[in-house]
């Protein structure tokens, strides 16, 4: 079984430009999670989808940040434009329908310049 | 507001001996923990849950203990191995959301 997917696994950027991320959680999964972990903490919650809909996206700073998952599969996160605190590791994580567990992806380190 | 906390950021093991990973919460309406590990470069991997009506679960060399009234829980793995050296996070979670803690980094030393 494969796991979760995300892609680029390091992004260099200078603040004020934009960048996107990408994951595929593991097939079957209907809930994805994209979350943010700054160094020295634990990863946060930005948004959560159910299939292709949004159930919690209240920790997510609208102003910059935006996701989708059109088709309820893969999942895109989008920073425009990024400013020097946004650098950390976006992780995606799955769960399975009824499951306590996410599964976790290895993640994307934005660096802001 | 910290609902999960991990208040010993680091801990240093001889290999062999017991490990023992703490956490505390303040959310009582959480309905699971759960613990992960995470080595460098990597995304965390799920190590063990618990629900919130049991008081241990264990498996293999990983055992999660609750105490409901103290509202706190341990991860103990034993006998602890130099594999095991990673940044361990506790996690609460309710209605399939999870709120994590900062993470202990576990030193298992030959």
């Known amino acids: 079984e494969a796991g979760v997917a995300q892609s680029p696994r390091y992004k260099i950027i200078e603040k004020r430009q934009s960048v996107a991320f990408w994951c595929n959680p593991i097939?079957?999964?209907?809930?994805l999670y994209w979350y943010q972990q700054i160094l020295g903490q634990g990863p946060k919650l930005l948004i959560q989808?159910?299939?292709?809909?949004?159930?919690?996206d209240s920790q997510l700073p609208k102003d910059r940040f935006s996701a989708e998952r059109l088709k309820g599969v893969d999942s895109t996160l989008k920073i425009q434009p990024a400013k020097l605190e946004d650098s950390a590791v976006y992780l995606c994580?799955?769960?399975?329908?009824?499951?306590?567990?996410?599964?976790f992806g290895p993640g994307t380190r934005l660096t802001v310049l | 507001d910290q609902q999960v906390k991990q208040n010993s950021p680091s801990l240093s093991v001889q290999e062999g001996r017991i490990s023992i990973l703490n956490c505390d919460y303040t959310?009582?309406?959480?309905?699971?923990f759960l613990w992960y590990k995470k080595y460098p470069a990597e995304g965390p991997t799920f190590l063990i849950s618990?629900?919130?009506?049991?008081d241990k679960n264990e498996d293999g060399r990983f055992t999660v203990f609750l105490n409901k009234s103290a509202k706190h829980l341990s991860l103990h793995i034993v006998p602890s191995q130099p594999g095991d050296s990673a940044v361990y996070f506790c996690?609460?979670?309710?209605?399939?959301?999870?709120?994590f803690g900062k993470g202990t980094k576990l030193s298992v030393k030959p």
């Open positions: 994580a799955g769960r399975a329908e009824g499951a306590f567990e996410q599964f």
């Open positions: 618990i629900s919130s009506i049991k």
């Open positions: 097939s079957g999964h209907a809930t």
């Open positions: 959310n009582s309406m959480f309905d699971y």
């Open positions: 989808f159910q299939n292709n809909g949004v159930v919690d």
């Open positions: 996690a609460g979670g309710s209605q399939g959301n999870l709120i």
